[in-house]
């Protein structure tokens, strides 16, 4: 069974750093492009960043170009997402998603996600 | 960036009626376009995708068409599960975005 499993969200203050993990199993993790897509509380999804299985390409929107970094540890199974300068906006739930080909296309499967609150 | 708009907010329908949401690009994304649904506290799903591909293990009430900027998700005889939040997203340009979402609720 594909599985994603996010950690690593909670309350940080504005301007603050936080590390998303999430961990895949179920499917060749190393072949596979991953990305992280947002839902902040009671709106709709934004697509965050995507990276590909050997992390030679790499994507981001604009809101967040500079502030997140996106990687992987293949080794692991385990994709990231370190987010630094974080700003009340950036409050959301946050997914790990499969695309499936890069640039992203649709999104499939979803993992559960992890809330990250950026207040003081 | 392409906005895209979905409408109703709300859907009202009675168990085993049909459901059509409509989900419009601000230009064209050809048949780019992938349909998700989500429920309370969990992740979304994949429906549809390339505007009419149902995904893996989705049943045949869900159905989607259209191409270009006009779309629609029909939902032939709603079941209890199917009563959820509905999302489209384009990914025929950058960034890729959704729409804001349509609730079908019980009626």
């Known amino acids: 069974e594909v599985q994603l499993v996010e950690s690593g969200g909670g309350l940080v203050q504005p301007g603050g750093s936080l590390r998303l993990s999430c961990a895949a199993s179920?499917?060749?993790?190393?072949?596979?492009?991953m990305s992280w897509v947002r839902q902040a509380p009671g709106k709709g999804l934004e697509w965050v960043s995507a990276?590909?299985?050997?992390?030679?390409?790499?994507y981001y929107t604009d809101s967040v170009e500079g502030r997140f970094t996106i990687s992987r540890d293949n080794s692991k199974n385990t994709l990231y997402l370190q987010m630094n300068s974080l700003r009340a906006e950036d409050t959301a739930v946050y997914f790990c998603?499969?695309?499936?080909?890069?640039?992203?296309?649709?999104?499939?499967?979803w993992g559960q996600g992890t809330l990250v609150t950026v207040s003081s | 960036e392409i906005v895209m708009t979905q409408s109703p907010a709300t859907l009202s329908v009675s168990p085993g009626e049909r459901a059509t949401l409509s989900c419009r690009a601000s230009?064209?994304?050809?048949?780019?376009l992938a349909w998700y649904q989500q429920k309370p506290g969990q992740a979304p799903r994949l429906l549809i995708s390339?505007?009419?591909t149902r995904a893996t293990g989705i049943p045949a009430r869900f159905s989607g068409s259209g191409s270009g900027t006009e779309f629609t998700l029909t939902i032939s005889s709603l079941q209890s599960e199917d009563f959820a939040v509905y999302y489209c997203?384009?990914?025929?340009?950058?960034?890729?975005?959704f729409g804001q979402g349509t609730k079908v609720e019980i009626k």
């Open positions: 998603a499969r695309p499936a080909a890069l640039p992203p296309n649709w999104f499939d499967p």
């Open positions: 179920g499917f060749t993790f190393s072949s596979s492009a």
């Open positions: 990276i590909s299985g050997s992390d030679d390409a790499i």
């Open positions: 230009q064209s994304v050809s048949s780019s």
């Open positions: 390339g505007a009419s």
């Open positions: 997203q384009q990914y025929n340009n950058w960034p890729r975005t």
